[in-house]
């Protein structure tokens, strides 16, 4: 029966008939179009990709991109699904686009995807991190209906980075096509992909600045350029630059002849005057337009956001920003959602983005792989430095593996050379044992797909590259890497964790005697409870504290939001957020280190005052008030015990903005109110309440900076809180609650889910229509809560 089908299928398709299952009407465009809809997805099965496509017993589910082959449990437990799956879409191509040039775009697929196109193998991409190009030109007709099949395989794989099995991990590494897939319609004569094409510092838009100042600036645009066409074509480029709505420039270059089925690099220049400089502190965009002019017509167009600006880093000096000195005040973030792993809308990736500068940081460590590019996006609108790296983490593999690890460098490279964001290539597999060739070649590669000056590489070992970056617990306490004083400048790239979970760090270890070892640690779940929370603020503040006293340009705290790891059973709980995306009283503590004004945007860097005190437990009558401002006054019941000056203690030595103890002698429920003044003018406050009996539920949900989008697969968290008949949430709170929904969109999650420290969380994720859906969440023996949401 398998040879007399597999016979058919040939027939079929050397007379064109090749077909999936259903049949529909694609309507496709010049440039850039979506392919993230009307996918199907299928995954456990044993058969060829004949019978996948063809077979009427396979039950495929329909899906949409992004998209992961499992939904795993919130806490994974070592047991997260690998195998392999299958993504199916049938499509047409309209008989205008015959002559065309036709690619798939995929940003991200995890972690070896074969792509057949009508039942032929078009590529094969070893990673599952980086994006990667599939040329169909030659293989797809528009005469009849194309089969696209991806197979992808998540399994242990020891040549592909990075390379270490899953349950001996520090991450996860997930399933499924879970970035965006793209589907280019080009003229035979187009700008070329980064990834279509195998060019060192070429391929695509290459944008760089010189002689950059608040005078003036000179952008340079390198532009690949692909003739497919069997004829010489003659060509310009035509660059125009905007800001904001606002025309500024536009340059054309001379006329050039490129040769039939061959690629040539077109380069112009614009210099303009009084340019809007991008920083931290005002990233300011500028939009650049290029323009393929063929015949006197545009051929071809490429759109991206860049942002001007002149950085470098020295040792004696530091990290410089358009002149201006600046200390890197960072995180590391891992891009894992609860439930759907890597499986993150754009919007979503935004949002994190968003709490991290919320948080008070104005640099994130994309930590151990190159992330999606909505999030470097949201790092470029934000004000966010980066450094990107390769995938990576205590795993040197064979020759093979350092090959595709190498090609990875190349790879990051070149797709994220662009953004205003990215300051930093960590082009060195994490706390992995590389030898100095490999070092040397990957410090190399950097250098070779970005030519010129201040273009800085790093790695965790001090040789080779040019920074320094390893993680506070590699040197040893009490000074750690504070008398480092080699002319390669150091980046402290982890801390505040590992040294306390071992705990070999801390210069006051008799203030510890009474804690146990799971009090003193870091890794703290929200659960745990305010003393604990406490100790896991202290200890950042003191970690970070230590690190401003050397000669480090700066420090990235590990880590920002909770995550799984494949190598335990239990959540890596270090961050100053929890896997929901929850505050712990060490974000507060960041945030406060951020000065009142130092955004552009209103939404960050305000006057703001934190109680790290949940006001419940009268042992506990130490009340720290994290607050950027000058004085803080702290009120009980609506009595001032008092206004002081921020701490002047061990841990507060070198902070921008320290804390304020208040140490109460007594217990009386009630409120405690703090405000914060600058210049004696109150300009900030926070409550903190008693809790009383649990009473009903509260309801709410995290928008940060972009509201639910309808037909995108995006999603947000969802949080309903016990709280009191004030409003005021239990901590410590338990219940049970049951999430019902109502209208186009659907719960992932656990459900019902057990309250932690009085929240419960459940991830909502939008349908393909605008509008309003309600969300009830009930609970035994208290009035349920209802919220409606606004679909966009």
Known sequence: MRNSLKLLLLLAIQIGLWSCANNKTDSYVPGKNSFNKGWEFIKDVDSDISELAQSKSIQWEKISLPHTAQIEPLVIKGDQWQGTCYYKKNFTIAKEFTNKHLGFYFEGAMQVAEVYLNGKLLKKHFGGYLPFYVDITNEVSTKAENCLIVKLNNENNPLVPPGKAIDVLDFNFYSGIYRNVWLYVK???????????????????????????????????????????????????????????????????????????????????????????????????????????????????????????????????????????????????????????????????????????????????????????????????????????????????????????????????????????????????????????????????VHEEYPGANVYTSGWLDYAYDLFIPARQHAKPPVYWNDYKKDTPLFIAEYGDWEYYAQNAGFNQKAFNDLSDEERTSRQLRAYGQKRLAQQALNYQESHNSNLQGNAIGDANWLMYDYNRGYTNDLEASGIMDIFRLPKFAFYFYQSQANIGESSIKDFAQPMVAIANYYNDPSFLNIKVYSNCEEVELFVNNKSVGKQKPDQDRNSTHLAHPPFTFQLEAFTPGQIEAKGYVNGKEVAQAIQKTPGDA??????????????????????????????????????????????????????????????????????????????INITASSEGLESGTFEVTIE
């Open 695 to 772: 009473k009903s539920i509260k309801l709410w949900m995290d928008e940060s900076g972009k509201k639910l989008q309808s037909g995108c697969n995006d999603m947000v968290f969802v949080y309903a809180a016990i709280v009191d008949e004030n409003g005021t949430i239990n901590p410590l709170a338990e219940n049970s609650i049951k999430y019902t929904i109502s209208g186009d969109a659907e719960l992932i999650g656990s459900n019902p889910i057990n309250a932690e420290a009085g929240i419960a969380t459940i991830l909502l994720k939008a349908g393909e229509n605008k509008g309003s």
């Open 187 to 445: 003229d035979p004569l187009h700008i070329s992909n980064e990834f279509e094409v195998d060019h060192v510092a070429a391929g695509g838009v290459f944008v760089t600045y010189e002689n950059v100042s608040k005078k003036a600036a000179a952008i340079n645009v390198a532009v690949d350029m692909k003739n497919d066409d069997s004829k010489d074509q003659s060509i310009k480029i035509q660059t125009e630059l905007y800001h904001g709505d606002h025309f500024i420039q536009s340059v054309t270059s001379p006329e050039q002849s490129i040769d039939a089925n061959s690629t040539s690099v077109v380069n112009n220049k614009l210099e303009i005057e009084n340019p809007e400089l991008w920083s931290p502190n005002s990233p300011s965009l500028y939009k650049l337009v290029v323009k393929t002019i063929s015949n006197g017509q545009a051929v071809d167009q490429r759109s991206l956001n860049i942002g001007i600006r002149s950085f470098e880093i020295t040792a004696k000096e530091g990290f410089k920003i358009n002149g201006e000195k600046l200390k890197l005040r960072g995180t590391n973030r891992h891009q894992e959602y609860p439930y759907v792993g890597y499986a993150l809308s754009d919007n979503a990736n935004f949002r994190d983005a968003y709490k991290i500068k919320q948080a008070g940081f104005n640099f994130v460590r994309l930590s151990h792989y190159p992330q999606s590019q909505s999030f470097i996006n949201a790092c470029d609108e934000l004000g966010i430095l980066v450094m990107d790296a390769i995938p990576g983490w205590q795993f040197f593999g064979n020759d093979e593996f350092q090959d595709n690890a190498i090609k990875d460098v190349r790879r990051m490279v070149r797709v994220d050379r662009n953004h205003p964001s990215v300051i930093i290539w960590e082009a060195s597999l994490n706390e992995s044992s590389m030898t100095d060739a490999f070092m040397e070649k990957s410090h190399q590669a």
